[in-house]
């Protein structure tokens, strides 16, 4: 998942993530209008944040020649305001300062950026933390749980080497659970984490040529509703055999937003269903006098093991 969520991230869900360009964004024609890209995770660091402008229509986009480095960008909290610096090694790059605090849930943070007299503003309101209760391995058809799955509580070690997180391909449904949140959707991100592990997507409707087309290892979901905070993985999000980690993303209405609306993040969230679809003819990215993301989500994450069938 790209830098989201995410987007999310940053979606793979962030969370996470590679970075998206400005012309990623689907923003308007006119050059010169400030990008934002930045993503709030609950009980994590303040994170950096990228600033670049948009570029006239058939001009030759680098990404050094849209990035911002004279920007003043500012996060505030309350009363306390964390001044950012732009990174020396990475144009269009700005970092926090060193002694930025966690971020904290159920939180309003404010975003400003300025430059050359151009101003982006844009805010968002953290959601409450998010907390995995337990997960299960389901039987397909009746839905019985089958065996509980260890957690990361239990240890990274745990989590992948145990035996009940070993899970044949197509063997039953895995099934999280949590309390839900008030919050507007819940985005999920897959990451197969072992890169040189084997395709165990084999279905009779693909021809060879048309596996090509299933190489990424991240896969994000679409938003999606969880009032039972129950969520199933499906096996089609899926691709490869090794170590996979699931991160579960509790959405502000930002990110929710952009990730409903944004034909990038549509087009990468093959592998799941979600909220009924709505067709946008531009993203809808709640900064005032700019373009792109400024949200938070609450996450949390599991881990297993996917064995190729025999």
Request: net charge negative; charged share 25%.
């Amino acid at each position: 998942m790209k830098r989201v969520f995410l987007i999310a991230s940053c979606l793979l869900m962030a969370a996470c993530a590679a970075e998206r360009e400005p012309g990623d964004l689907f923003g308007p024609a006119e050059p010169d209008i400030l990008v934002v890209d930045a993503q709030l995770l609950v009980d994590r660091p303040l994170p950096d944040l990228l600033v670049y402008e948009t570029v006239a229509p058939g001009v030759y986009y680098t990404r050094d020649q849209a990035a911002v480095t004279d920007a003043e960008v500012e996060i505030m909290q309350g009363t306390h305001v964390y001044r950012y610096q732009a990174d020396p090694d990475s144009l269009g790059r700005y970092l926090p300062p060193d002694d930025a605090p966690l971020v904290l849930p159920e939180t309003e943070y404010r975003l400003t950026v300025r430059s050359q007299g151009r101003e982006a503003r844009a805010e968002t309101q953290t959601p409450p933390r998010l907390r995995l209760l337990d997960w299960a391995l389901l039987d397909e058809k009746t839905l019985e749980e089958k065996r509980q799955l260890r957690m990361f509580s239990e240890g990274e070690d745990v989590v992948f080497s145990a035996p009940e997180n070993q899970i044949v391909y197509l063997d039953g449904l895995l099934e999280a659970r949590f309390n839900p949140l008030d919050v507007p959707a819940y985005q999920a991100g897959v990451f197969s984490l072992d890169l040189d592990s084997e395709r165990v997507l084999n279905v009779d409707w693909l021809e060879e040529e048309d596996y090509d087309d299933f190489v990424e290892r991240q896969v994000s979901s679409p938003p999606y509703d969880a009032p039972d905070g129950k969520l199933r993985l499906p096996w089609f999000a899926v691709y490869f055999a090794g170590r996979h980690l699931i991160r579960i993303y509790a959405l502000d209405r930002n990110w929710f937003d952009f990730a409903r609306s944004s034909p990038e993040m549509q087009q990468e969230q093959g592998g799941f269903g979600g909220l009924a679809g709505e067709n946008f003819e531009r993203p809808l990215f709640r900064v005032e006098g700019g373009i792109g993301l400024f949200g938070s989500a609450a996450v949390d994450s599991l881990g297993f093991v996917v064995l190729p069938r025999e």
